[in-house]
């Protein structure tokens, strides 16, 4: 029997990719496995009020309200995310539905809210279909929320649970999955517990082309096959890497990555850019650093132009204070944001 009317709330987080998905297939299938850590600090907070209609109605109906304000921009967004799910969640057309969403980051710092926003909408329905249903269980809860934010935003199916989560068809993981995300089950060596990334706002504008698009350039692109065949090659790395803790070997691979990443988007036909003159400055400044001092820290970069610093608690305030220092300046305004590993989206 359908709730006549209740509101939910969640908060989940960002997430950052260290094997990058770029790529993908039908239904939101990646191309390749991904494996990201969990951010804490930047969140989407999404409140959804449900009162269910006399009778069901043809079309989803909803308001959409951003930071308090009514948004209809977002709204073809929310509307292409409810035909591909409503298959899998069948009260879709029986409710009207208030969403009020609200970010920790500034709107429009060039950091993306679609995998945080989509995590935390698609827990909301979730939290519904548990009053429904009430047997479900924690496993299935978090399993299809990952799995219906995936159909909204791919990376999103990585933003439901912490610290690290694998997405995508993998060998040497057998529960792992091109539907949603599943945490990472292996050991992970203290120098990855509570690492940290501190996200450098180069450039807050609008990208000028979308991830829809550049996935959608990784058909026919030259390099594609050769690339796909490096995502698997680097996750056994990085498996190594995390249970051992070697931060030489992980730097290696996360560099690499973001750079592949970019690379293939300066390969597509058409070819595009989003990197700045101030994300190369601070991949040098970084390198140099790292020679001069030997301090485990990198970068990584999502498809855009802002730079993730990433490095272990143990260095913190050695990183901190180069970063301030050295790299502060090339950010837009002085902008950027504390970031580090956290645990995962939570009830509120
Ligand atoms: O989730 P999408 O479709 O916006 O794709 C994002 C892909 C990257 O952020 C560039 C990489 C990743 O794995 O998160």
Not at 75 to 102: A, G
Not at 241 to 261: H, M, N, Q, R, Y
Request: proline share 5%; net charge positive.
């Amino acid at each position: 029997k359908l709730p006549l009317e209740g509101k939910v709330s969640w908060k989940a987080p960002s997430n950052i990719a260290l094997v990058k998905y770029w790529g993908k297939k039908e239904n939101q299938i990646p191309a390749n496995p991904s494996i990201s850590f969990t951010l804490d600090a930047c969140t989407t907070r999404t409140t959804l009020s449900y009162s269910k209609l006399n009778r069901a109605s043809d079309n989803f109906s909803f308001d959409l309200f951003f930071e308090g304000k009514k948004k209809e921009d977002f709204k073809p967004k929310i509307n292409t995310f409810f035909q591909r799910i409503e298959k899998y969640i069948p009260f879709l057309k029986s409710y009207h539905f208030k969403i009020e969403t609200s970010n920790s980051f500034p709107h429009s710092s060039g950091i993306a809210s679609s995998a945080s926003g989509m995590a935390a909408l698609a827990l909301c329905l979730m939290s519904i279909e548990k009053q429904i249903n009430p047997q479900i269980k924690n496993t299935y809860f978090n399993q299809k929320a990952s799995f219906l934010a995936r159909l909204g935003s791919g990376s999103a199916c990585r933003s439901i649970e912490g610290n690290l989560i694998q997405w995508g068809d993998y060998k040497a993981i057998p529960e792992s999955s091109n539907l949603f995300g599943v945490k990472y089950p292996f050991e992970v060596h203290p120098n990855f517990k509570n690492f940290h990334d501190t996200i450098l706002l180069v450039h807050k504008g609008q990208k000028t082309v979308s991830s829809t698009v550049g996935h959608e350039l990784m058909h026919n692109h030259p390099f594609a096959q050769e690339r796909f065949k490096q995502a698997h090659t680097n996750l056994d790395t990085l498996k190594e890497v995390i249970s051992s803790g070697d931060l030489e070997k992980f730097i290696e691979v996360v560099e690499s990555e973001a750079l592949t990443l970019h690379a293939m988007m300066m390969t597509s036909l058409p070819y595009f850019l989003l990197m700045k003159p101030n994300t190369l400055e601070i991949i040098n400044r970084i390198w140099s650093f790292r020679q001069a001092t030997k301090t485990p820290i990198c970068f990584t970069l999502d498809a855009g132009a802002n730079v993730h610093i990433l490095y272990p608690e143990k260095v913190k305030e050695k990183a901190i204070q180069f970063i301030q220092d050295e790299l502060v300046a090339y950010c837009e305004n002085g902008h950027y944001i504390c970031d580090r590993i956290g645990n995962g989206a939570k009830k509120i």
